[in-house]
């Protein structure tokens, strides 16, 4: 019995690397990166400099049933200076011709005399500060979508052995 749910390989095409705005959303800045290098999908490897605001969007607890409601998710927005620590996820084409991008990261902030890190899912409103950076790994797109997940409700990824 596999503990593999859903497994495939894509070949490298390139790597992009995209520097933000100050002020600029991330998220919002990833999508339009994607669409102007035309990435059809890819892996988000990397994410560093500093943000002047943070929305973490986190599960409280695992629903009894999918999909997951606005009340079993905690929105924590953070308004100060952040490092970026680490970014990653995943781009994925849809069936619809489009792209889904999925991401988490995590940011350090000072809280009292000391330094806190939180992390969550990437959402809108987390607003880049200086020197925010993000690098992605093109692939090739044959092999992986993003699809409706019936176990959870919502979109997710899927590669080769399950695109059948």
């Known amino acids: 019995m596999s503990l593999i749910e859903s497994i495939g390989s894509q070949h490298i095409d390139r790597v992009v690397q995209c520097r933000m705005k100050p002020g600029a959303d991330l998220l919002a800045a990833i999508e339009e990166a994607v669409g102007r290098e035309r990435i059809e999908a890819g892996i988000i490897v990397s994410g560093l400099g500093a943000l002047q605001k943070a929305v973490f969007r986190n599960l409280k607890w695992f629903p009894a049933s999918f999909p ?9 927005e953070v308004e100060a200076p952040l490092e970026l620590v680490s970014l990653v996820g995943w781009i994925a084409p849809r069936q619809d011709g489009g792209v889904e991008i999925h991401a988490h990261f995590s940011a350090s902030t000072v809280e009292d005399d000391g330094v806190v890190t939180l992390g969550g899912h990437l959402t809108e409103g ?15 797109p044959e092999g992986v979508r993003a699809a409706h997940d019936a176990t959870t409700q919502s979109v997710d990824i899927f590669f080769s052995d399950s695109l059948a």
């Open 126 to 140: 987390t607003i880049c500060g200086i020197k925010t950076v993000v690098s992605i790994v093109v692939t090739a």
């Open 68 to 76: 997951a409601r606005p009340e079993d998710r905690l929105y924590l």
